[in-house]
């Protein structure tokens, strides 16, 4: 693999900008869809971009991600494929994500293109909103030193934070590149194609760059390991749950900006379906001495993450989401995790590949039963 | 609220001697839920039915609960006489306290109280049923046959009838092809040839009959009773042929031996299949001395495909026939001759001088121009017999087009590739599609009379089910889609094995097909968010039946 070095002293979000710019020039692409700061100037949104003028005011990649990119791009092709070809400007994270709901229909991947880009993490949205000036100041030095304590927790165990199994077109590296340089990487024979449309021909050596990933994915993984291992005490057996989510305030907004979290009326929400007469509550009360209300709070965590698990792409939407400070999305990545294992599937690395639950086979029945030893 | 009355049934002694009857009624009366409590000595008898019917009248009870035996031997009864007594079929629920709680649990008062829970839930949950209307439909009484062999034209002949027109569809060959390359039957010895014309002349004499050769099949959709398929025929491209029912009666293909080179085929000339042995010039060979090799690949196939001793030993007969001065030798492992005819075939076989050896382990090496067979005998004496040809009776394996086919219908596969039948006792050649029956070579391996039993078969099941005029009753506990809350992920349309559940691709929902659908409910566990429902089995419904036994 080679890869294109760009040298600009203007920083890794002008640089893009520049591509971004080409591309839409020559005709590459019809329309761009990037995150953007928001008028406000203490947050980010996406935005789909057709006139190029726009293309000076987006932000390639912002320091906070209030917005998960699957969602944006659900809400553009959830009713079918654009004819535009559409350019979309994420993070791994929102990549993978886009790629599970486009196996769950929600998503049309058709005139879609990719390009990812190297991502030291997100600070906390409620910290940004606090203290934007600063902390767009010291996401500048974090891309350059790669390091940083006031991150959001999941960033620190990510392990998909490059486009390591990626299965897109375009990526731009900057892990381990000097302070003013970037790196166009295509990751197939169409982003080839796209890259020299716009006169970047790839034919510098990469491997320092691959090399500084192998770094951190070895760093980032010792993070995940370690914290899985904190974690896994936290949340063995119901009661040790039940206090992990004791301040869980049933607003659900984890499961709102959740991306996976594809129904159109969760069944939590669905009042006659969940909702029991108050005779029902009384005996529970009188069973257990009393209950709590609202009820079905650990139930709504466990039946949301039986749901997306398999899905689920740690990007931590769920946990920024969250006005008690809950850190759901630890357990949730540490129970993906472990399922994701089971069943030998990553989210979002092939577009072929069905989700599990997509799949029907009478042999895995046959699997569980020798699991169980048969009687 | 609606009248809810509760029947106690005392099942002669079963139900009553095992379970405090008395005290269930005590414990009901106190919970205050139900209208009315009656007892019955029997309530599947005569006087029984005729009690429930007159008591529910009498009391006016909108809503029933039985609690009497298992589901499947008297659920239907009960729903007869809930229509009888003027409610909706679905406006009950049986308990099941004989089976689950009398015959399994020996301690009364264990027995007493399981039962009483499990009859207190059913009260909680018969509230949350909703009537259902059985719905019909108008049935096509055509039937299209696929295949080419002589289950096919069996099935053809065998359906035809006045009021109803068979097509059968004759994928690339022509009909009857495989008979024109056998030369004698099994057992009667008849010339295939004369067989066939006989069949085929009865065929293209049969005006109900359509037959369309070198067809090949684009897609068949739709339902028992529903069906359509587009095909291209020789003369024309997309012919829809309606019918209501399909049977694939394709012929199995007979197994060849690639990878056994031990025994010389492929390696010499005179090592044959005895398939193709059969389509060979004899006359031209005139082969002295014959070794038949039986059950030839056996092993890697792993079944018995119960034609080719029989097959080996017509062979046989065969060559005899035509010259006495022949040696004819039979190496076999076992012989299978289940039929009441065959072992009388076999003694015959003898008697006509065909010699039969029983091996252990055989090989066939080239010697000179003949061909030597080098072979231990069971008592594990080693000899060699110097022959002109070798035949290797092969089994059969599913025919190219079965997994194709297999898939257009969701019909599963067994472990070797033929089709599966619903089930092969009860129901031999039906399949889980209903309205799609399987004969012949598709479902294994067998001789004639195998599909001529299975054409009839078939025959039988279909003249009887769909009559001309006849409305079809559907499935009434099926599954619904709400259209408000689905997002048309698809999760049910891939977990239904009936392929009932489709994607709407205009409105981005999925949607039932209620002829389709068999009320697995695998749809609506699968569904995230509730919006596949099955409709006797709800959310709402079961979690009022657990809620009530888990308190």
């Not at chain 1, 590296?173 to 302070?179: L, N, Q, S, V």
């Not at chain 1, 209950?291 to 920024?320: K, N, Q, W, Y």
Request: glycine residues 6%; contains cysteine; aromatic residues 8%.
């Amino acid at each position: 693999m080679k890869g294109h070095i760009i040298t600009s002293t203007e920083g890794l979000n002008k640089a893009v900008k520049r591509i971004l710019m080409s591309f839409i020039e020559q005709g590459v692409f019809d329309a761009i869809l990037v995150p953007t700061r928001a008028p406000s100037g203490e947050s980010f949104v996406y935005l789909l971009i057709k006139d190029k003028k726009f293309i000076e005011s987006c932000s390639p990649l912002p320091p906070i991600m209030p917005i998960q990119g699957a969602r944006a791009l659900k809400d553009l092709t959830r009713l079918g494929k654009t004819d535009l070809r559409v350019l979309c400007v994420m993070r791994a994270c929102e990549i993978r994500a886009s790629i599970e709901l486009s196996k769950l229909k929600q998503i049309n991947l058709e005139n879609i293109s990719f390009i990812s880009i190297d991502c030291p993490g997100a600070f906390v949205t409620r910290d940004y909103i606090n203290n934007s000036a600063e902390l767009d100041k010291s996401y500048g030095e974090i891309l350059n030193v790669w390091k940083a304590d006031n991150l959001r927790p999941s960033c620190n165990t990510c392990v998909s934070f490059s486009c390591k199994d990626l299965p897109i077109d375009l990526h731009i590296g900057k892990i381990g590149m000097k302070e003013n340089e970037i790196i166009v990487v295509p990751l197939s024979k169409k982003g080839e194609e796209f890259l020299s449309s716009i006169q970047i021909e790839c034919a510098q050596d990469i491997s320092e760059w691959q090399t500084a990933i192998e770094d951190m994915q070895q760093r980032k993984t010792e993070n995940r390991n370690k914290a899985f291992l904190e974690l896994k005490n936290k949340v063995t057996g119901i009661d040790n749950l039940n206090n992990f989510f004791s301040n869980c305030i049933n607003c659900h907004n984890c499961m709102r900006v959740c991306p996976i979290c594809y129904c159109r009326q969760c069944f939590f929400e669905s009042t006659d379906q969940v909702r029991l007469e108050a005779e029902n509550y009384i005996i529970r009360a009188e069973n257990k001495g009393g209950i709590r209300f609202p009820t079905e709070m650990i139930l709504f965590h466990l039946g949301r993450m039986s749901h997306m698990a398999l899905s689920c792409v740690g990007c931590g939407a769920c946990e920024d989401a969250c006005p008690m400070d809950i850190p759901v999305a630890q357990v949730f990545k540490f129970m993906a995790n472990e399922l994701q294992q089971m069943f030998d599937y990553v989210p979002g690395e092939k577009i072929d590949e069905p989700i599990p639950i997509l799949t029907y086979k009478e042999d895995e029945l046959r699997e569980y039963e020798d699991a169980q030893g048969s009687k | 609220m609606a009248k809810i009355g509760l029947y106690l049934c005392e099942c002669g002694p079963n139900i009553a001697q095992a379970i405090d009857l008395d005290e269930i009624t005590e414990a009901i009366k106190k919970d205050n839920k139900v209208a009315g409590i009656e007892r019955h000595k029997l309530l599947c008898s005569d006087d029984g039915k005729k009690f429930l019917a007159e008591s529910i009248k009498r009391n006016a009870f909108e809503r029933v609960v039985i609690a009497a035996c298992s589901p499947k031997q008297h659920e239907g009864t009960f729903m007869e006489v809930m229509l009888e007594a003027g409610l909706n079929a679905y406006m009950f629920q049986l308990v099941n306290i004989r089976e689950q709680c009398a015959w399994v649990t020996p301690d009364k008062n264990a027995a007493t109280l399981k039962a009483l829970t499990v009859i207190r839930a059913a009260i909680n949950r018969v509230k949350h049923h909703a009537a259902l209307e059985k719905k019909e439909i108008e049935c096509n009484p055509n039937v299209i046959v696929i295949g080419n062999g002589i289950a096919a034209i069996e099935a053809a002949l065998k359906t035809a009838h006045n009021d109803r027109k068979v097509f059968l569809i004759v994928e690339g060959k022509r009909i009857g092809d495989t008979y024109k390359n056998r030369r004698l039957l099994l057992s009667s010895m008849q010339s295939a040839e004369e067989f066939l014309r006989s069949k085929v002349d009865e065929l293209k004499s049969n005006k109900q009959i359509e037959v369309f050769e070198n067809s090949k099949i684009n897609e068949i959709l739709g339902f028992f009773g529903n069906f359509i398929a587009n095909i291209d025929t020789e003369k024309n491209k997309n012919v829809e042929l309606a019918a209501g029912s399909v049977i694939f009666a394709l012929e199995a293909e007979s197994f060849v031996p690639k990878a056994l080179t031990n025994l010389g085929y492929g390696k010499f000339d005179k090592v044959y299949t005895a398939a193709e042995f059969e389509t060979i010039d004899v006359d031209e060979t005139e082969p002295k001395s014959v070794a038949i090799i039986h059950c030839v690949g056996r092993k890697k196939l792993g079944y018995c495909s119960k034609f080719c001793c029989m097959n080996s030993m017509k062979i046989a007969r065969y060559i005899k026939e035509r010259s006495h001065e022949s040696k004819v030798v039979q190496f076999y492992r076992n012989l299978c001759l289940p039929d009441k005819q065959y072992d009388k075939f076999y003694k015959d076989t003898k008697e006509k001088g065909v010699e039969f050896v029983r091996f252990q382990d055989i090989e066939v090496a080239g010697e000179e121009s003949r061909l030597a067979i080098k072979y231990k005998e069971e008592n594990g004496k080693e000899s060699k017999l110097l022959v002109d040809i070798v035949i290797l009776s092969t089994g059969l394996v599913p025919a190219s087009k079965t997994e194709e086919f297999s898939q257009m219908f969701n019909i599963p596969l067994d472990e070797y590739g033929f089709m599966k039948e619903e089930h092969n006792i009860l129901n031999p050649v039906a399949t889980i599609t209903e309205g799609v029956f399987i004969i012949g070579g598709v479902r294994g391996p067998g001789d004639i009379d195998d599909s001529l039993e299975q054409a009839g078969a078939a025959a039988g099941k279909i003249l009887s089910s769909l009559v001309p005029g006849r409305l079809q009753p559907l499935e009434t506990k099926i599954s619904r889609v709400s259209e408000v809350i689905c997002i048309g992920c698809g999760v049910c349309v891939n977990v239904c094995a009936y392929g009932a559940v489709k994607l709407d691709e205009s409105k981005h929902i999925s949607v039932v097909n209620e002829v389709l659908c068999r009320g697995c409910g695998n749809c609506a566990s699968a569904c995230p968010s509730g919006a596949a429902q099955h409709r006797h089995f709800t959310t709402k419904q079961i979690n009022q039946e657990m809620i009530e036994i888990l308190k």
